[in-house]
């Protein structure tokens, strides 16, 4: 430096005290500077004193000498503490010397600028907020200094600059956003602890409603909660959580539409967790409002509720979500809501309801908003909740409808979906069920569209999937809201079977079914329109998938039986049997049908309604079973086993002879005689004991006897019969009981020519798949 230039009014012993190396001169130097100014002041020189302030600044603070830069940073620190109060006139021309020298590469140097800084503010106090963003700025730049000594100075700064904000009433928060919104997408960890302390603070702060302005930083707050560092994440997630206990006192005052339009979305874990939290307490809060934005929340929640217990807490809080949504929908959602405008015009099933105004105002939702992938599903919970929770001011909660077409579409797209998790699809069908148990007027407007992924759902690997799937078939199939006009279930159903069987009782099903003949199905008055519907479409996955039928079919079955009227079930299908074209599917069915009958506890009714046949509906039902019956010798037989038909059951073993006796024939004998050792025949075996009134059953069983190798269950009815008492006596000439007189009235004889009828085409589908043209001489071809 120019020693000899003029620097007046700074004394030369000053100027070299400035520029010297040894920081004790330059201490002595900025004590005289103090005492100068001082003089200024009370002579209330301002001139001088800014020319002493323009010397500091511009000769030494700026100067290419480090030693003079040092100089200029204590002088200037000096002059702002003999100032004191007056230091505010002066602070521009203080501070923005000392900012410059952060950005200097010598590390002491920066420190020395902190330091003064740290002297200028602590004298300044809340003088210093009107220059409050340049100082935040070099601040925020100084927090992720290398140096820890320039770190540590900063952090004393730091903590000063705080202590003025919260203590004072005039921060310009509005001047501060724009800065705040612009440093907090940083990366570097440690200024992301410093933007998020200072958020902390500035929302501590009673005078400054920082809520106001959290769509500016709310997306670079979640950011930051996806930091690697344990201690940033903790405290964003304090800072968050101050956030939301603000929304909850004054839910009313936050700007929850304009959220929506800057977040984005994320797939950190926390972050998910974070914004399931927001989610849940704004469900809590909103109510009924959130019904219209129910689909895109469900599209966020959903997926969450498979994961496992590595995100246990997601979960769990997704869970709290869809629970608290699904108690929103109520009886009330059904009722026609009146719509404004052309009634021919019905609104989209793909785009979110409308509020009042313009629809990129508050209380929109945008439209790609509802195409967000289960995969990247982290901000989109929160930006839902934001953006439905913005209706508690601009929305008449009377008003609220449901949307269901959305909800519906949202549902069925995770059923087809295959990757699907079991828990979600469960939450699907509980949707489903509960929509059709709370709305089923609507909800029958989406029937047709469902109905099919519903039947592909039984093939599921989850028991548990099932059981939800089969309850929201049987209350689609037992819904009053299902009863349509028969015209109206012809034009839409009839093309569609697949499937043709006799005629139903009532027009509804008639028309569905549309094969007229003599045979008529159950009275169903709790089944609706698609009850048949679901026999048919059950029956037809059976025949396409066996090992559906093998593994799980009488598992559906039994279920159905529990969940609708077994009798409806087994006449029904009975009904669809009799005139199904794959004779060997007919027999397979007939054969699971009949064990279900016989071994299943939820049969118990059915079987005891059937035992003495003592009604005009048992005995119909005993005829209308019998008619598919046929499809399986051994299971005729054993109806009639069970229905205590024991002189029909002789007559038809003694037509056994006369049909083509194969393994799988000799097995299914088998079983019976193992059926009749079961709990189920206990009747029949006791009746044994009555040799004279049931002779027909003793020969009936060595009928079946006779049909028998000698295997293991060949012995095992040559033991039961032996038990018999008095052989000799088992005569035929008495009648066969007088309590047959109750349904004396059916004709046995039609029955016996059906079963030759069915036994007939089953014959000849055996030989013509054998190649065998030619009809042997038999008694069963007519």
Known sequence: MNTEKDFSPLTPNIVRALNDKLYEKRKVAALEIEKLVREFVAQNNSTQIRHVIQILASEFA???????????????????????????????????????????????????????????????????????????????????????????????????????????????????????????????????????????????????????????????????????????RRTCEVVLGEFLKEIKKTPSSVKYAEMANILVIHSNDLIQLTAMTWMREFIQLAGRVVLPYSSGILTAVLPCLSYDDRKKSTKEAASACNHSLMKLVTPEDDEDEEVAGDSDSPPRADSPPKTEGDTNGPGSIPVWLFGISCKSLGISWLLLSLTVFSLLDSTDRSQVTLDLDGIVQVLDRHLHDSTTGMM???????????????????????????????????????????????????????????????????????????????????????????????????????????????????????????????????????????????????????????????????????????????????????????????????????????????????????????????????????????????????????????????????????????????????KALYGLLMLLPQSQAFQLLSHRLRCVPNPELMRTSKPAGAKRAAYAHMDYNDLLKHFDRVQSKHLEVRHQRSGRTDHPDRKLML
């Open 62 to 232: 700026l100067s290419q000498h480090p030693h003079s830069r040092k100089g200029g940073l204590i002088g200037l620190a000096a002059c702002s503490i003999a100032l004191g109060k007056d230091s505010g006139l002066y602070l521009k021309e203080l501070i923005e010397p000392v900012l410059t020298c952060f950005n200097d590469s010598d590390s002491r140097l920066r420190y020395y600028a902190c330091e003064a800084l740290y002297n200028i503010v602590k004298v300044a106090r809340g003088a210093v907020l009107p220059h409050f963003n340049v100082l935040f700025d070099g601040l925020s730049k100084l927090a992720a200094d290398p140096d820890p000594n320039v770190k540590s100075g900063s952090e004393l700064l730091d903590r000063l600059l705080k202590d003025i904000v919260t203590e004072s009433n005039k921060f310009d928060l509005v001047a501060f956003v724009p800065l705040l919104r612009e440093r907090i997408y940083s990366n570097n960890q440690y200024a992301r602890q410093f933007i998020i302390s200072w958020i902390l603070v500035l929302e501590s702060v009673p005078d400054i409603n920082l809520i106001d302005y959290l769509p500016e930083i709310l997306d670079g707050l979640f950011q930051i909660l996806g930091d690697s560092s344990k201690e940033i």
């Open 424 to 698: 979600t699809r469960i939450a699907v069908l509980k949707w489903l069920y509960h929509l059709y148990i709370k709305t089923p007027r609507k909800m029958f407007r989406h029937t047709d569209s469902l109905f099919p992924m519903l039947l592909k759902t039984l093939s599921d690997e989850s028991d548990e999937v099932i059981l939800k799937d089969l309850e929201v078939l049987a209350e689609i199939a037992s819904s009053p809201a299902g009863q349509t006009d028969a015209s109206d279930s012809c034009d839409n159903s009839d093309n569609k079977l697949e499937l043709q069987v006799p005629v139903a009782a009532n027009a509804t099903l008639s028309c569905i079914i549309g094969s007229k003949v003599g045979d008529s199905s159950p009275s169903t008055p709790s089944m609706n329109s698609y009850f048949y519907k679901f026999m048919i479409n059950l029956l037809k996955r059976f025949s396409l998938e066996r090992k559906l039928l093998e593994n799980r079919g009488a598992f559906i079955i039994r279920q159905l039986c529990l969940l609708l009227h077994a009798e409806n079930i087994f006449h029904s299908m009975a009904d669809i049997l009799l005139k199904e074209e794959d004779l060997k599917f007919a027999s397979t069915m007939v054969q699971t049908l009949n064990t279900i009958l016989l071994t299943s506890a939820e049969l118990f009714q059915l079987r005891n309604q059937l035992k003495d046949l003592r009604t005009q509906e048992s005995c119909a039902l005993f005829c209308c079973l019998y008619r598919s019956w046929c499809h399986n010798p051994v299971a005729t037989v054993s109806l009639c086993f069970l229905t205590q038909n024991y002189q029909h059951a002789y007559d038809l073993i003694q037509k056994f002879g006369d049909l083509e006796v194969t393994v799988d024939f000799l097995m299914e004998v088998d079983k019976l005689v193992q059926l009749i050792e079961s709990p189920i025949f206990t009747y029949l075996r006791l009746q044994l004991l009555d040799v004279e009134n049931n002779p027909y059953l003793i």
